[in-house]
């Protein structure tokens, strides 16, 4: 028997089989891929339903790499915009772009283009009657004085409000649907040739160039609105926020929103028990 023979053949063998196994090896050491969620805490100090909005000292104090929403033009707020962003938050400024507010600086430049009677919710606000009036210009200004003061995001409010038969019949809205899409088309198309992002508010429906949408949603009324336009945005990357009003049980509804879209979504509830906004993704 020719034994060198089979040395060297066990030899080669055992050299390959190890060959292998550093192989193996080596790939396990490639990176691995994780896929982390997008949602982002969200705080809300411009606006709230039945309690008190997120004040300015805990928005300070608290908000990290989140989206910040602020009233723009009320006295002291904007000069804290920049410490807000310092801390990693995208801030965003709350306008009306469907009605006219008393209370407001320009009230009485956007006046003569708002209809006679105050809306029945909201008794110091006016909807805007047509859009094919100086209406653009005034809030093309406030546009302005919001990039001045470097907010990220530009909230858009009431940008539904001529496309409800009932209101332009009761309160005489001359604009149409077709109207009032292409007046927050061109604002939104404003508001990025100033450097900053449209944020949706409650409808998505001729809204694609729009950067994100927050909805409002109640304990009696929640998933109101068009589940497939909020999951079209979602899928496209885009920042969606659900602000949800007066719940005993935040966590549980949150839970119940991830379930009908993803871990993407983002989520603040005003909490029912502690009478005030909860923050979620921290």
Same mark, same amino acid.
């Given at each position: 028997m020719n034994y060198p023979l089979i040395i060297t053949f066990l030899f080669l063998f055992v050299s390959c089989a190890s060959d292998e196994s550093v192989d193996a090896t080596d790939n396990s050491d490639d990176p691995i891929t994780t896929v982390e969620s997008a949602a982002i805490p969200v705080y809300n100090q411009a606006y709230q339903e039945n309690f008190e909005a997120d004040k300015i000292s805990t928005i300070l104090s608290t908000a990290k790499n989140g989206y910040v929403l602020l009233d723009p033009f009320q006295d002291g707020v904007t000069d804290h915009v920049a410490a807000i962003q310092a801390n990693g938050n995208q801030v965003g400024a709350y306008i009306s772009i469907g009605t006219g507010e008393t209370y407001r600086e320009d009230y009485e430049q956007i006046k003569p283009y708002l209809v006679a009677t105050p809306w029945g919710e909201w008794p110091d606000e006016f909807f805007i009657k047509e859009t094919t009036t100086?209406? $653009?210009?005034? !809030?093309?200004?406030?546009?302005?004085?919001?990039?001045?003061?470097?907010?990220?995001?530009?909230? *858009?409010?009431?940008?539904?409000?001529?496309?409800?038969?009932?209101?332009?019949?009761?309160?005489?809205?001359?604009?149409? /649907?077709?109207?009032?899409?292409?007046?927050?088309?061109?604002?939104?198309?404003? %508001?990025?040739? &100033?450097? !900053? &992002?449209? !944020?949706? &508010?409650?409808? %998505?429906?001729?809204?694609?160039? *729009?950067?994100? %949408? $927050?909805? /409002?949603?109640?304990s009696d009324e929640k998933n109101w609105w068009d589940q497939s336009g909020a999951q079209s945005f979602l899928d496209a990357g885009k920042l969606v926020i659900i602000n949800h009003y007066n719940e005993k049980s935040c966590g549980e509804v949150y839970s119940e929103y991830k379930g009908i879209y993803n871990d993407d979504l983002s989520f603040i509830c005003e909490d029912a028990i502690l009478k005030k906004y909860v923050h979620f993704n921290e």
């Open positions: 100086g209406v $653009l210009e005034v !809030m093309k200004a406030r546009i302005d004085k919001i990039a001045a003061r470097g907010f990220d995001w530009v909230e *858009f409010d009431n940008m539904d409000w001529a496309f409800d038969d009932e209101s332009r019949a009761t309160y005489g809205i001359i604009a149409t /649907e077709t109207d009032g899409a292409a007046y927050y088309q061109e604002l939104c198309d404003y %508001v990025h040739s &100033k450097g !900053m &992002k449209c !944020m949706a &508010k409650n409808r %998505v429906e001729d809204a694609t160039d *729009f950067d994100g %949408v $927050l909805y /409002e949603s109640y």
